[in-house]
C-alpha cells in the first residue's frame, strides 16, 4: 500500500497525529474529501498518511523514532522537499539553517533510501540576479551567478562560519534577543547584496540549489493585494514592462503532481520523456510562471484587481468606518519613486502616508522592475507528454498558465481565498 510520509515540526506538545489533523486534514481545503468519506475520513487519511515529527534544518531530519526511520529509508520512492522560510529578511543563521543545510539534510537522508527514484525540490525562479532584460532558461543554477567583481566565489561553509563568529560575539557582548535578530538580519542583507542577490531568501533559496537536484518554480505578492485594501499606497514603483511572474497554487501542485508521474516512467523505461536525453542523471529544471504567458502579469495590474476587489468588498477601520481605496501613481524607476516622495511627502504629517508603501518598495525593488522572462520549454513538454498520455487527467491537473483568467482568479479567488483564511480578523485589528 502506497504511503505518505509527511514530515511535521513540533510546534507544541500534541502528537504528531494532532498536528495532521489541526494544521493540515482539519482545514476547509479538504472539505470535498471529508464530504466523500464521511465518518470514514479519519480512517482514510490515516491508511494514506503517516505522520511524522522532524525537523529538514538538522541531521537526518531530526527523526528520532529509529524504527520509523528505518522504515521511511527502505520504503520511499520519492522525496519531495516543499520545506522553506519565505521571509524575505528572515535572520541569516535561520535562512541558511532551513534554506540552505535543509536542503542538504533532505538530500543527504534521500541517498539513504534504499529504492530512491526521485528527489523533487521546490524553490523560487528568482534566485537569478542581474538586471539585464532577456529569457532565462530551465537550466541548472549556475554557480558563476554567484560572483561579483569585487568578492571571490560563495561558499556555504564561509557563510555558516561566518553566522557562528558572528553569533559568538554576540552572545559575548550579552546582546539582547532583539539586538541578536537584528544583528543577523542586517547581516543576510549585507551577504545578499555583496553577492548580487536582493534579500536574505534569495541568496540562501541559491546555496540551497546548489545542492539539490529538481527545481519547480513559484513566488508570491499578497503585501500589495492587502495595503491596498487599507488604503496605504498613494505611489508605487513599476510600470508595463516589468513582469511579475506568478502562478495559482493549485497549478503548482498540479505540476509537481505530473513531474513525478512523468520521471518514474520515465526511469523505468530507462529513457527521458522530457528535457535533454544526454542528461543521463535526470536532473531537471521546470519553470512554472506565467511571464511566458500572452497576458503578462506586473505589479499595475495586481494593484488594480486589489482596488477593483476592495471598492466592492471594502474594509473597516478601526473606528467603524470605511477604508478609502486610493488608486497609486506608479514610476517605473526607484529614481523618479525617490523624486516624486521628496516632492510631494517630505513633512512628517504626510510623510506617514507613503511610510508603508516607500518600505515595500524598497523591500520589492528587484520583484517590481523585473524585467526577464523564465522559458518553460521543459514545462511545455510536460504538458504535451501529459495530454497524450493522460487525457482523463489533463484537465484535472492542468497546470497551463494560458487558461488562467487572471480577473476572475483575483478577483473572484485569490484575494476572497486570501481574505478569509490569511487575514484572520484582518477588520478587526485594521
Not at 76 to 94: G, P, Q, S
Not at 404 to 423: A, T
Request: proline share 3%; charged share 25%; hydrophobic share 40%.
Amino acid at each position: 500500500m502506497k504511503q505518505l510520509f509527511l514530515l511535521l515540526r513540533p510546534a507544541d506538545a500534541s502528537s504528531a497525529t494532532q498536528r495532521l489533523h489541526n494544521d493540515v486534514t482539519g482545514k476547509e481545503v479538504f472539505r470535498v474529501l471529508r464530504k466523500k468519506h464521511g465518518l470514514g475520513f479519519d480512517s482514510f487519511i490515516s491508511e494514506k498518511v503517516t505522520p511524522v515529527f522532524g525537523d529538514i534544518s538538522l541531521e537526518n531530519l531530526e527523526i528520532k523514532d529509529s524504527a520509523l526511520r528505518k522504515k521511511i529509508r527502505k520504503e520511499v520512492e520519492i522525496v519531495a522537499n516543499f520545506a522553506a522560510t519565505r521571509n524575505l529578511d528572515e535572520r541569516y543563521d535561520v535562512a541558511l539553517d532551513v534554506n540552505t543545510m535543509g536542503a542538504k539534510h533532505v538530500f543527504d537522508f534521500a541517498e539513504n533510501c534504499e529504492n530512491l527514484e526521485m528527489i523533487l525540490h521546490i524553490s523560487t525562479a528568482y534566485i537569478h540576479t542581474g538586471e539585464t532584460p532577456g529569457v532565462i532558461l530551465e537550466k541548472p543554477f549556475d554557480i558563476s551567478q554567484t560572483i561579483n567583481e569585487n568578492s571571490k566565489i560563495l561558499d556555504i561553509d564561509e557563510e555558516r562560519r561566518l553566522v557562528r563568529d558572528r553569533l559568538n560575539k554576540l552572545k559575548a557582548a550579552q546582546a539582547s534577543k532583539k539586538q541578536e535578530t537584528a544583528a543577523m538580519k542586517e547581516l543576510g542583507a549585507e551577504r545578499a547584496i555583496l553577492y548580487g542577490w536582493p534579500n536574505t531568501y534569495a541568496i540562501t533559496k541559491a546555496m540551497g540549489e546548489m545542492i539539490m537536484l529538481e527545481k519547480v518554480l513559484i513566488i508570491t505578492f499578497d503585501p500589495f493585494v492587502i495595503y491596498s485594501g487599507r488604503g496605504k499606497f498613494p505611489c508605487l514603483l513599476g510600470n508595463h514592462e516589468s513582469f511579475l511572474d506568478i502562478i495559482p497554487g493549485d497549478m503548482m501542485v498540479n505540476a509537481v503532481i505530473v513531474a513525478m508521474v512523468n520521471h518514474m516512467k520515465s526511469k523505468s523505461n530507462n529513457r527521458s520523456v522530457s528535457g535533454d536525453d544526454e542528461n543521463h542523471n535526470y536532473r531537471y529544471i521546470y519553470h512554472l510562471g506565467s511571464s511566458a504567458n500572452r497576458e503578462k502579469m506586473n505589479i499595475i495590474k495586481v494593484v488594480k484587481y486589489a482596488c477593483e476587489y476592495f471598492c466592492e468588498n471594502p474594509l473597516m477601520d478601526k473606528h467603524g468606518n470605511v477604508v478609502e481605496i486610493v488608486k497609486p501613481a506608479f514610476f517605473p524607476t526607484m529614481a523618479s519613486f525617490r523624486q516624486h516622495i521628496n516632492d510631494n511627502y517630505v513633512l512628517p504629517k504626510k510623510e506617514g502616508k507613503v511610510s508603508v508603501a516607500k518600505r515595500l518598495v524598497e523591500f520589492y525593488e528587484h520583484y517590481l522592475l523585473f524585467k526577464k522572462i523564465f522559458d518553460d520549454s521543459a514545462t511545455e513538454e510536460l504538458r504535451i507528454w501529459m495530454k497524450a498520455n493522460g487525457s482523463a487527467e489533463a484537465d484535472m491537473f492542468d497546470f497551463d498558465p494560458q487558461h488562467i483568467d487572471w480577473k476572475e482568479c483575483m478577483l473572484n479567488i485569490h484575494i476572497p481565498g486570501l481574505m478569509k483564511y490569511v487575514i484572520e480578523g484582518f477588520n478587526s485589528t485594521n
